[in-house]
T-cell receptor, first 110, second 114 residues
């Protein structure tokens, strides 16, 4: 069965303390891996799409990378405004429609 | 551009009552989706519409019906609400094909069924 697993469930960082979030998947025939950011009380906001192992995408303090089994979302020198839940999604079951992971809740303390 | 809009933002229903959640997008997207989000469960797909005139079941369709009214609008109906349907409901839209994973979400409807 196709699965998308995110870890850790929650992460607390001090401002400026870099770290990484993980998304592992067991989908055969990857049709892309998608990262979203969700602020409390709001809908998810699309961040990145990665299609092949070795690919990297960057946006401000965020960099997403992809291997054959997992993706990392690296956060460099985070700020309190980076606090949010980060969701990973992968198309599964032969469809292009993504299955979402349960997310990592990130809190950055000033 | 408003993006994806949803109404209402909040709703409280009693068990057995019915209601329709409305969704509209102004990005000229072909595909639209309804998800529910529950604590610890993540986003789960209820129904989707790949294009105007088509609808298909997602992971958790029981107790719901949908209507793709036109290219812009996609509604979700609860015919007889149950406490298990207490959740946050999100509508989303996207292009078709390989861009389906790049979805644009509305602000959500917070539904409580008592």
């Amino acid at each position: 069965e196709d699965q998308v697993t995110q870890s850790p469930e929650a992460l607390r960082l001090q401002e400026g303390e870099s770290s990484s979030l993980n998304c592992s998947y067991t989908v055969s025939g990857l049709r892309g891996l998608f990262w979203y950011r969700q602020d409390p009380g709001k809908g998810p906001e699309f961040l990145f799409t990665l299609y092949s192992a070795g690919e990297e995408k960057e946006k401000e303090r965020l960099k997403a990378t992809l291997t054959k089994k997992e993706s990392f979302l690296h956060i460099t020198a985070p700020k309190p405004e980076d606090s949010a839940t980060y969701l990973c999604a992968v198309p599964s079951g032969g469809s292009y429609i993504p299955t979402f992971g349960r997310g990592t809740s990130l809190i950055v303390h000033p | 551009n408003a993006g994806v809009t949803q109404t209402p933002k909040f709703q409280v229903l009693k068990t057995g009552q019915s209601m329709t959640l409305q969704c509209a997008q102004d990005m000229n997207h072909n595909s639209m989706y309804w998800y529910r989000q529950d604590p610890g469960m993540g986003l789960r797909l209820i129904y989707y519409s790949a294009s105007e005139g088509t609808t298909d079941k997602g992971e958790v369709p029981n107790g719901y019906n949908v209507s793709r009214l036109n290219k812009r609008e996609f509604s979700l109906r609860l015919e007889s609400a149950a406490p298990s349907q207490t959740s946050v409901y999100f509508c989303a839209s996207s292009e078709t094909g390989g861009s389906v994973g790049e979805q644009y979400f509305g602000p959500g409807t917070r539904l409580t069924v008592t």
